[in-house]
């Protein structure tokens, strides 16, 4: 079953812009991580956030959880040609602890 | 990047044959996992290890097989591969159940 879902599936930007995904989910979770993925290669973690915690910065990305909405967003501010790449979310969900569901994934172009 | 290596990175094989994926890590964290990711998807879990002799099984883990003898090596199996199972698969570490996790390189297994 597909916990974390992102939006939007693509977004395009010119570079120096600020690109915003989300990721909802539907059952309570532990916490909320988010991906990124170059083509062809692996996932690097971003930021974990927790369930406890409203909002998360590392350099140029902002993440915030809302989870009475069930829902959180990533913000990358100032984008470069080099943010091109795939998103993901994935959730650890209360209940299913240990067992991070993957959304399908945001696909950002950052044109120069 | 975390020490984890995948071998092989690329295998062509024929339906009904089995194959071994291995993964391997130098972190000595106890969580490894196994993903498969197909086209324009996210990642789904397949099996995962909470330490030497101890497996769990993910969302889609008909037809796949693991073990786990040693702290760093991670066995993925596939007693008898399928077209289904072309896809590439990913292997991940984490110290603790509901920390990041650190991604290795991928294999690109194609089955025909």
């Known amino acids: 079953s597909q916990q974390g879902e992102e939006d939007p599936q693509a977004l395009s930007i010119q570079e120096g812009e600020n690109a915003t995904m989300n990721c909802s989910y539907k059952?309570?979770?532990?916490?909320l991580q988010w991906y990124r993925q170059n083509s062809g290669r692996g996932l690097v973690h971003l930021i974990l956030i927790r369930s406890n915690e409203r909002e998360k910065h590392s350099g140029r990305l902002r993440v915030t959880l809302d989870t009475s909405k069930k829902s959180s967003s990533l913000l990358i501010t100032a984008s470069r040609a080099a943010d091109t790449a795939s998103y993901f979310c994935?959730?650890?969900?209360?209940?299913?602890?240990?067992?991070?569901?993957f959304g399908d994934g945001t696909t950002l172009t950052v044109k120069p | 990047d975390a020490g984890i290596t995948q071998s092989p990175r690329h295998k062509v094989t024929e339906t009904g044959t089995p194959v071994t994926l291995r993964c391997h890590q130098t972190e000595n964290h106890r969580y490894m996992y196994w993903y498969r990711q197909d086209p324009g998807h996210g990642l789904r879990l397949i099996h995962y290890?909470?330490?030497?002799?101890?497996?769990d099984k993910g969302e889609v883990s008909d037809g796949y097989s693991v073990s786990r003898s040693k702290t760093e090596d991670f066995l993925l199996t596939l007693e008898s591969a399928t077209s289904s199972q072309t896809s590439v698969y990913f292997c991940?570490?984490?110290?603790?159940?509901?920390?990041?996790?650190?991604f290795g390189p991928g294999t690109r297994l194609t089955v025909t």
């Open positions: 059952t309570s979770i532990n916490n």
């Open positions: 991940a570490i984490s110290r603790d159940r509901v920390d990041e996790q650190y």
């Open positions: 290890s909470y330490g030497v002799k101890d497996t």
């Open positions: 994935a959730t650890d969900a209360f209940t299913n602890a240990g067992k991070s569901t």
